[in-house]
């Protein structure tokens, strides 16, 4: 083997070992906008214990991306794992009642970051009295009083709304031009 092929050999491994190094970002408060935040809140008695699969598929304009979210709640903590449809581990979420969420990425995503899926998912599971201790600049109503239908508003403007039908929950950004579609798998 030549000394060429040895260095690039070595240089794509020393890449490949960077990409897929571990990152932290440590906050419990999540941003859902310039002026809109939540502070993540604890699993309600009724969902401790509950573990779920989900298929997201994010549509933004032309582009459109899918992969799979497993989430378990336990009385005083919150685990996500995201995952490619192949199987690829694209990130590790976790949150402890009383600590930051904590964000590991095993591969880059361009799209939502974890910490926000993590507040949808909460904003669209939690009891309205938890969400609305969590919501900072931003309010939510039940759309003409129909309880499938979550919407919240910054500033009298729709920001994004919450429809839950069945096993498919569907997140409609309105500020930033993206859907996200739910499919829990069991």
Not at 50 to 64: A, F, G, P
């Amino acid at each position: 083997m030549s000394q060429n092929t040895f260095n690039f050999g070595l240089l794509v491994i020393t890449l490949y070992l960077f990409s897929c190094s571990t990152l932290k970002q440590q906050s419990n408060q999540v941003k859902l906008s310039e002026q809109a935040s939540y502070l993540i809140q604890a699993v309600p008695d009724e969902l401790v214990g509950r573990i779920s699969l989900q298929k997201l598929q994010v549509t933004e304009q032309d582009n459109q991306h899918e992969f799979l979210l497993q989430t378990e709640l336990a009385e005083d903590s919150i685990q996500m794992v995201g995952f490619s449809l192949s199987g690829i581990e694209l990130f590790q979420l976790t949150w402890r009642q009383n600590d930051e969420v904590v964000v590991s990425k095993s591969i880059a995503m361009s799209d939502i970051p974890a910490q926000q899926l993590l507040a949808y998912y909460q904003l669209s599971n939690w009891p309205l009295i938890d969400i609305k201790n969590g919501l900072i600049g931003i309010d939510i109503l039940l759309s003409n009083g129909n309880s499938t239908k979550r919407e919240f508003f910054e500033s009298g403007s729709l920001s994004f709304s919450v429809t839950q039908n069945n096993h498919i929950t569907q997140l409609i950004h309105h500020l930033d031009n993206y859907q996200i579609t739910i499919e829990t798998l069991d």
